[in-house]
Every structure is written in structure tokens, then in C-alpha cells.
């Protein structure tokens, strides 16, 4: 069975930075993709960031320049830096995880941005 753990959430000021951990229960070379999401109250649960399996990433045009996803297929992990938080981004963050057809969620991990 697939499991996504996520780590690395918490509170943090606006101009603060965090950093995300997604760890695989499996190899994580045998997804297409993996990614990041997040999701604040009423709100549908949106894409921050992507990398497929060849590295090509693509990221939210909210975030672009100041987060960056990375993965080591090594150690199961997927990353995402966070640098220069605003408020803006305070939500519940989501790993992802692609082997079509199916697709894998964490449980999430919550981070708070303060203004």
C-alpha cells in the first residue's frame, strides 16, 4: 500500500521561509509525477507545484520565483522550499503522487503564514 507522509509544516512570519517533506512508503521512481497542493477553507485544493520523473517541473504563477520543488528518488522524498511566504499562502499543503491511473494523496500538513 502507497503512503505519502508529509513533514516540515508549522508557523512561520511573512517573509519567512519553510520546507515540505513528502516521503513515499514505495520507490518513488515508479511515479509519473509528483506534486504539491494546497487547499484553505471553501476553496478547491489547487496545484503549487509539479515534477515529473524526467525533473521538468511547473509551478503556480502565484509562487513562481519563490518556491521550488525538488525530488530524490534515492530517498523517496519530494521537497518544496518555500521562501518569501505571504499571507496568502497559509493553507493546508498536499503531496501528490501519480502512477496513472491512480493517483495518491498525504494527509496534509498545515502552514500558517503570519502578517
Known amino acids: 500500500q502507497v503512503q505519502l507522509v508529509e513533514s516540515g509544516g508549522g508557523l512561520v512570519q511573512a517573509g519567512g521561509s519553510l520546507r515540505l517533506s513528502c516521503t513515499a512508503s514505495v520507490s518513488i521512481f515508479r511515479f509519473n509525477a509528483m506534486g504539491w497542493y494546497r487547499q484553505t477553507p471553501g476553496k478547491q485544493r489547487e496545484l503549487v507545484a509539479r515534477?515529473?520523473?524526467?525533473?521538468?517541473?511547473n509551478y503556480a504563477d502565484s509562487v513562481t520565483g519563490r518556491f521550488t520543488i525538488s525530488r530524490d528518488n534515492d530517498k523517496n522524498t519530494m521537497w518544496l522550499q518555500m521562501s518569501s511566504l505571504k499571507a496568502e499562502d497559509t493553507a493546508v499543503y498536499y503531496c501528490?503522487?501519480?502512477?496513472?491511473?491512480?493517483?495518491?494523496w498525504g494527509q496534509g500538513t498545515q502552514v500558517t503564514v503570519s502578517s
Open positions: 501528490n503522487a501519480n502512477r496513472s491511473p491512480t493517483t495518491y
Open positions: 515534477i515529473v520523473n524526467g525533473g521538468d517541473t
